[in-house]
């Protein structure tokens, strides 16, 4: 015999005998496979369902939500609180809604007050440690979300989208489960283009974002209690580019029959729009930039600009001229203008976004950077993208520095955010990126003031860095570490 158990979002079953209780369904979870998965995680379902769990007895590793003491025993249980969390979420580079709009969206810079904490520490030249670490994923090349997908606590997922592997972290257990696809959900794999996902601003239960995928835009859902996630097709396209949003229309290139196409739909209304592009890349772009009521997409070859409602706009770039994706993004001029840096064969220039005839400023050397964070070399560049760099300290001539996120605090002169800084290295910018070993580098925040955060031997790839802000801690990650290194921003609760 068994007793079933109704809450206002969940069925369960108790046994009589063993008096342990099962759950049968939750909303918004799909199918539970309750035998599946091992004791350890019940603290973890526990949390994310707003379940109650034992505190003075042995009677049940967990129960129903709402209930207050055990039906077995009468002892009290830890009841946990079940309304969904308003914590703003982290979606890596360009997922941030809370930036004003005069911000290019799309780049590594966050509206979250990094900065309030971490000017706390030692003030350089001391160089710091990192407080916590977390293991790496298994799957280790992947993108990160920290939400709470309409559950009570936030979670981290790791999506490896070259293998399309889906990674949840349990933090009650510390340890990484790939998640199994449901019956008839889509492949993850996006390779086409570098990777952006939409995040989903007021989730249901379970819902993490719109993701792209080989063969169109799906919607993806989480089951943390089964481990498994499932998939709603909102686009059937093989993807050519990385989708945007702007104003209420969303956008990406397809490719449904070897000819790229712009599709756009309104998030509201159902409302599709389709432009043929037949001269565009099918692989190779950006992820889409938002700035001035359009969307950018940048390749080797040109650029895209995508007003809603308006043909796309493709320009190649000047001849001879080569942009340098890997330094950066696009920057802002006080005029607002949106520039990005290349090279046009003889020397180094920035060149106008979004216009049909760009203007060009050379400068005499490689700036690494986006959105108004700029350095040449150990220096940061303030004022115009094109002005001479800030010399404060001129030690910093004989090392390099790559922005890896911006804190935005509206303060033009004064940016601040995270940066890595090659030490002794006078070489090439574009050699520093690549697979070269840098023997001594060091994790930096610069604001007001300037602390070293701590310190990495031999780094490699320095652009597979990636920093992402989850419980509590600003984190960094490279797929050669074989951890994560997390910086405090609150006291431990
Ligand atoms: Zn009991």
Redesign the pocket.
């Known amino acids: 015999m068994a007793y079933r158990w109704e809450t206002p979002a969940s069925v369960w079953q108790e046994d009589e005998r063993s ?1 342990q209780f099962e759950l049968l369904a939750s909303e918004g979870l799909g199918h539970i496979d309750w035998q599946a998965h091992a004791q350890g995680r019940l603290p973890d379902v526990a949390r994310l369902l707003g379940a109650s769990l ?1 505190a ?5 590793p967990i129960y129903p939500e709402g209930f207050a ?7 009290a ?1 830890q009841r946990l609180p079940g309304t969904p969390s308003r914590q703003p979420g982290w979606w890596g580079p360009g997922a941030d809604a809370m930036l004003p709009r005069h911000v290019p969206h799309g780049l590594p810079v966050t509206s979250l007050p990094l900065g309030d904490s971490l000017e706390e520490r030692p003030a350089a030249p001391q160089v710091g440690r990192c407080d916590v670490t977390m293991p790496v994923p298994p799957n280790a090349c992947c993108v990160f979300a920290a939400s709470h997908y309409g559950f009570p606590e936030q979670r981290l997922l790791a999506l490896a989208h070259t293998r399309g592997v889906l990674q949840y972290w349990d933090p009650v257990a510390s340890l990484w489960h790939v998640m199994a696809p449901d019956d008839g959900a889509a492949s993850l794999v996006f390779t086409a283009s570098a990777y952006a996902w939409l995040p989903v601003l007021e989730p249901r239960r379970g819902e993490v974002a719109i993701v792209p995928t080989s063969a169109g835009l799906q919607r993806l859902w989480i089951n943390p209690v089964s481990e498994t996630y499932r998939t709603e097709t909102v686009l059937d396209a093989p993807l050519v580019a990385a989708p945007g949003a702007m104003r209420r229309h969303i956008a990406c290139l397809v490719r449904p029959e070897g000819t790229v196409r712009l599709w756009s739909a309104r998030l509201d209304a159902d409302e599709v729009e389709e432009f043929a592009c037949p001269d565009l890349p099918a692989s190779g772009w950006s992820r889409p930039i938002g700035y001035d009521g359009r969307l950018f997409w940048l390749h080797e070859g040109g650029q895209l600009a995508w007003r809603p409602g308006q043909a796309p706009q493709f320009t190649p770039w000047p001849p001879g001229w080569q942009p340098r994706l890997d330094f950066g993004g696009p920057t802002q001029s006080r005029d607002g203008r949106l520039w990005h840096i290349g090279h046009d064969g003889q020397g180094y220039s920035f060149l106008e976004l979004g216009s049909e005839h760009p203007q060009a400023a050379p400068i005499d050397g490689a700036r690494l950077g986006f959105a108004n964070f700029l350095f040449r070399r150990g220096h940061p560049v303030v004022d115009e993208p094109w002005s001479n760099e800030h010399v404060e300290d001129l030690n910093q001539d004989d090392t390099l520095v790559l922005p890896l996120l911006r804190a935005f605090n509206n303060n033009r002169s004064q940016p601040s955010g995270l940066v890595l800084r090659f030490h002794k290295y006078t070489g090439r910018a574009e050699e520093a990126l690549g697979s070269r070993v840098i023997p001594r580098t060091t994790v930096e925040w610069i604001g007001r003031r300037n602390v070293i955060l701590d310190e990495v031997v031999r780094l490699s790839r320095p652009l597979e860095c990636l920093p992402f802000v989850y419980a509590g801690c600003l984190w960094l990650h490279h797929p050669d570490w074989n951890e994560m290194r997390g910086w405090r921003l609150e006291e431990p609760a």
Do not use: I, K, Q, V
């Open positions: 008096r034992p003075g007895c042995d009677c049940a003491f055990c039906p077995n025993c009468g002892r249980l």
